[in-house]
């Protein structure tokens, strides 16, 4: 399945965006995550959801703030995020995978990659 992130762009501190992950293929039989990797830094996990929908999963600096969805009718994952601050500035990625994890050696398919900028 080959995915397309979009949505990202320049946003001031406290705003929001809506980063959609749109799929080739059928996603119903994958987890999906996103990732993010600032300059300088190693690529990291964001948040996951299952299958249905119905289980999440939250990186500390970003729980109370960010919220993961998906439609498996429209292939589509997406991620709120609001409240954002500086530190959130980075390439967000979202990806597929047969295995549960916050792990990204776990996920088998990725996206290119939308630039999230926030400004103080």
């Known amino acids: 399945v080959q995915l397309q992130a979009s949505g990202g762009g320049l946003v001031q501190a406290g705003g929001s965006l809506r980063l959609s992950c749109a799929a080739s293929?059928?996603?119903?039989?994958?987890?999906m995550g996103w990732f993010r990797q600032a300059p300088g830094k190693e690529r990291e996990f964001v948040a996951a959801?299952?299958?249905?929908?119905?289980?999440?999963a939250y990186a500390d600096s970003v729980k109370g703030r960010f919220s993961i969805s998906r439609d498996n009718a429209k292939n589509t994952v997406y991620l709120q995020m609001n409240s954002l601050e500086p530190e959130d500035t980075a390439v967000y990625y979202c990806?597929?995978?047969?295995?549960?994890?916050?792990?990204?050696?776990?996920?088998?398919?990725w996206g290119q990659g939308t630039q999230v900028t926030v400004s103080s």
């Open positions: 293929g059928r996603i119903s039989n994958y987890i």
């Open positions: 990806a597929a995978s047969m295995n549960c994890g916050k792990d990204l050696v776990e996920y088998v398919h």
């Open positions: 959801i299952s299958r249905r929908g119905v289980t999440t």
